[in-house]
């Protein structure tokens, strides 16, 4: 079946559904599009995954309430928990996967949504959610043996964590063959972290995940470690950005 087209309106009315908490509305403007033939990845990546991340640019702009933040994310989980079996089923890879986030709601619905399309695509597929240490991730690791390690949604305090989780799998190199992919959060913002931290590959998107994490290695450009031959200035300029950052969303979370 040909993909259908999602209305030029269809963006604005549900995310004024969602900011009003009304989980009808919400599921009936889903339910309208799947039946005008747009396909549950479309909705996924055109409509559940750029309203998320507008979701949360208004809360960190303080531009939406906690309550309104909380309401929207718990409606997107329950449209993408009766989505999920919607989505296509492509036959095994033979390859293996573990989704890590943060355990604030945006990013454990960004992981939820990155381990349905790996799975959908035909990956055997483990989301472990925001609430394990890296000690649990370093455990899981070593009994389910992935072929590529994902970890969604990374703010800027916990990024030194993330580069310890890294830095550890670097030197213990029991996995030599695994590839670390990091998507969204602050690695998004921060164009060439990702590098900087030790990572393989960084992904956008769920959809760019799945892509480029299914893509030959040789298809994928090979990350350049650029920290020595920046600018000093440009480094300083973005330790202060994301201190800052640090800092609002700790005042957030206060305020929440």
């Known amino acids: 079946m040909q993909a259908g087209t999602i209305r030029s309106n269809t963006l604005e009315r549900y995310l004024h559904a969602l900011l009003s908490g009304d989980r009808s509305a919400c599921r009936s403007i889903i339910e309208e599009t799947l039946q005008s033939g747009v396909t549950a990845c479309q909705v996924y990546m055109d409509i559940i995954w750029p309203i998320m991340l507008e979701i949360e ?7 939406i309430s906690s309550a309104q933040e909380s309401l929207a994310n718990r409606i997107n989980r329950t449209i993408v928990d009766q989505l999920q079996n919607k989505l296509p089923r492509h036959p095994t890879r033979g390859r293996r ?47 389910f043996r992935p072929d590529v ?31 670390i992919l990091l998507s969204g959060g602050v690695f998004g913002r921060a164009p060439g972290l990702w590098e900087e931290i030790g990572a393989d590959l960084y992904a956008p998107t769920a959809a760019e995940a799945v892509r480029i994490a299914s893509a030959e290695e040789s298809e994928v450009p090979k990350p350049r470690r650029t920290i020595k031959r920046r600018k000093r200035a440009e480094i300083e300029e973005q330790r202060a950005r994301l201190a800052d950052e640090a800092q609002q969303e700790e005042e957030l979370s206060i305020a929440g």
């Open 149 to 179: 390690l994902v970890l969604y949604g990374i703010t800027a305090p916990h990024a030194p964590r993330i580069r310890q989780l890294i830095d550890h799998i670097r030197e213990v190199n029991a996995f030599p063959d695994m590839r």
């Open 97 to 143: 996967v573990i989704i890590c986030s943060v355990a604030e709601e945006t990013a454990e619905l960004g992981g939820q949504m990155t381990a349905d399309l790996f799975e959908s695509d035909g990956w055997e597929t483990r989301f472990l959610g925001g609430s394990v240490d890296n000690n649990d991730i370093l455990e899981f690791v070593h009994g």
């Open 57 to 63: 640019r208004l809360y960190r702009e303080d531009r």
